[in-house]
């Protein structure tokens, strides 16, 4: 079939800047490179919006609210046509209620639900409609969400495909130990300082109070190991005082939000994700085993598919301070495992979570979106 540039609208509802939404504007800009056409539709009033018109990406303004939505869908149907786009993405809830809505009619090749947490899906009516007859595809990004919706909605499993986050591999990394000292010095710590960390958003549901409890638990047997907290969210303060309320405010550092991820993946001796609920497949643990990172995850949404317990590093139960705290002490105190297992998550992030295979599977699903409606690609 020939190829040629698509034209691919995505919409985001969301106001927030987590992984979801740095998934979207990855990929969007990863099409740009690729020589394909993507116009993001997304709130004034969200960090995508500003950091998509930072990278030069067309952007339109679009409410996406409640109150806003009647507008909103004689508003995109308008751009539908002015655009004509090849695929249009929905990402978020708002946004897929308006942007499905919408293109009822206006006969787009490829028409896709995103669905990025694995929060279950409510069976109502109005969702099966949107998922069974609104949509071409749903891409999720776990394979858990997809056998969620798959039952409860009566999808049929034709219609789902899988698409875990994608990362761009950074052209270097730093060694080790100089990733180490500059982190040493950017807190004011000692030679002897080693870190334990995590990256991620701040939310209630990423398990950062179960994370500090475990790290209290084992903080005197491994007295040069600092515990250093990436990211910035509704539950800084919290944190903050439950840090000083177990004595550990000199032990525990928080580094807040950066764009830069992979100098801590470096210095860290292991980079945990203790989220209790609603996540993926997340993009944290394949950049963290491609650096090459001992990894730690739980037992929620699809952490497992990513990270396969006593092969790639350690799952444990969401919740479960102590269990947490045994596995920190495994990979701690068992290099030769820990080394086997560095190496078998290196290889499965390089072989299959980077954005060049991301964006490959995605065009073949859009390929074969056209071909069942009979369209040029």
Same mark, same amino acid.
């Given at each position: 079939?020939?190829?040629?540039?698509?034209?691919?609208?995505?919409?985001?509802?969301?106001?927030?800047?987590?992984?979801? #939404?740095?998934?979207?504007?990855?990929?969007?800009?990863?099409?740009?490179?690729?020589?394909?056409?993507?116009?993001?539709?997304?709130?004034?009033?969200?960090?995508?919006?500003?950091?998509?018109?930072?990278?030069?990406?067309?952007?339109?303004?679009?409410? =996406?609210?409640?109150? *806003?939505?009647?507008?909103?869908?004689?508003?995109?149907?308008?751009?539908?046509?002015?655009?004509?786009?090849?695929?249009?993405?929905?990402?978020?809830?708002?946004?897929?209620?308006?942007?499905?809505?919408?293109?009822?009619?206006?006969?787009?090749?490829?028409?896709?639900?995103?669905?990025?947490?694995?929060?279950?899906?409510?069976?109502?009516?109005?969702?099966?409609?949107?998922?069974?007859?609104?949509?071409?595809?749903?891409?999720?990004?776990?394979?858990?969400?997809?056998?969620?919706?798959?039952?409860?909605?009566?999808?049929? *499993?034709?219609?789902?495909?899988?698409?875990?986050?994608? =990362?761009?591999?950074?052209?270097?990394?730093? #060694?080790?130990?100089?990733?180490?000292?500059?982190?040493?010095? #950017?807190?004011?710590?000692?030679?002897?300082?080693?870190?334990?960390?995590?990256?991620?958003?701040?939310?209630?549901?990423?398990?950062?109070h179960v994370l500090i409890d475990a790290f209290? *638990? %084992?903080?005197?047997?491994?007295?040069?190991?600092?515990?250093?907290?990436?990211?910035?969210?509704?539950?800084?303060?919290?944190?903050?005082?439950?840090?000083?309320?177990?004595?550990?405010?000199?032990?525990?550092?928080?580094?807040?939000?950066?764009?830069?991820?992979?100098?801590?993946?470096?210095?860290?001796?292991?980079?945990?994700?203790?989220?209790t609920k609603n996540e993926a497949t997340s993009q944290v643990l394949p950049q963290a085993?491609?650096?090459?990172?001992?990894?730690?995850?739980?037992?929620?949404?699809?952490?497992? #598919?990513?990270?396969?317990?006593?092969?790639?590093?350690? %799952?444990?139960?969401?919740?479960?301070?102590?269990?947490?705290?045994?596995?920190?002490?495994?990979?701690?105190?068992?290099?030769?495992?820990?080394?086997?297992?560095?190496?078998?998550?290196?290889?499965?992030?390089?072989?299959?979570?980077?954005?060049?295979?991301?964006?490959?599977?995605?065009?073949?699903?859009?390929?074969?979106?056209?071909?069942?409606?009979?369209?040029?690609?």
């Amino acid at each position: 079939m020939e190829k040629r540039p698509l034209t691919i609208l995505h919409t985001e509802s969301h106001r927030a800047w987590g992984g979801q #939404e740095i998934r979207v504007l990855t990929e969007c800009l990863w099409m740009r490179k690729k020589g394909h056409r993507p116009i993001l539709v997304a709130s004034k009033k969200s960090k995508i919006y500003y950091k998509a018109k930072e990278e030069s990406l067309e952007v339109l303004p679009m409410a =996406f609210t409640n109150l *806003s939505a009647p507008g909103d869908v004689l508003r995109l149907r308008g751009w539908f046509r002015r655009y004509t786009p090849d695929v249009l993405n929905t990402h978020g809830n708002m946004d897929a209620k308006v942007g499905l809505l919408a293109a009822k009619g206006m006969h787009i090749p490829c028409v896709i639900r995103s669905r990025h947490h694995s929060h279950p899906v409510s069976p109502s009516w109005h969702n099966k409609w949107m998922y069974r007859r609104l949509s071409d595809y749903i891409f999720t990004s776990a394979q858990c969400i997809a056998d969620q919706i798959a039952s409860d909605l009566d999808v049929a *499993s034709s219609k789902m495909a899988t698409v875990s986050s994608g =990362f761009v591999p950074p052209e270097s990394l730093l #060694e080790k130990e100089e990733a180490v000292r500059r982190l040493q010095e #950017e807190f004011g710590l000692d030679q002897k300082a080693r870190f334990i960390g995590s990256v991620a958003m701040l939310a209630e549901w990423k398990g950062h109070h179960v994370l500090i409890d475990a790290f209290a *638990s %084992i903080s005197e047997r491994f007295p040069d190991h600092h515990l250093m907290i990436v990211g910035d969210g509704s539950e800084m303060q919290s944190l903050v005082e439950h840090a000083k309320k177990l004595k550990l405010s000199g032990r525990i550092h928080f580094a807040g939000f950066r764009e830069d991820p992979w100098p801590f993946f470096r210095a860290f001796d292991i980079n945990i994700l203790a989220s209790t609920k609603n996540e993926a497949t997340s993009q944290v643990l394949p950049q963290a085993m491609y650096a090459r990172c001992p990894v730690i995850g739980t037992n929620a949404g699809g952490i497992p #598919e990513v990270v396969e317990d006593g092969k790639d590093g350690l %799952i444990v139960e969401p919740s479960d301070s102590a269990a947490l705290a045994d596995a920190i002490q495994t990979i701690l105190t068992s290099p030769e495992k820990t080394a086997a297992w560095v190496e078998s998550a290196y290889q499965k992030s390089a072989g299959f979570y980077t954005m060049d295979m991301m964006i490959e599977r995605i065009l073949k699903l859009y390929q074969r979106a056209f071909e069942k409606k009979g369209g040029a690609f």
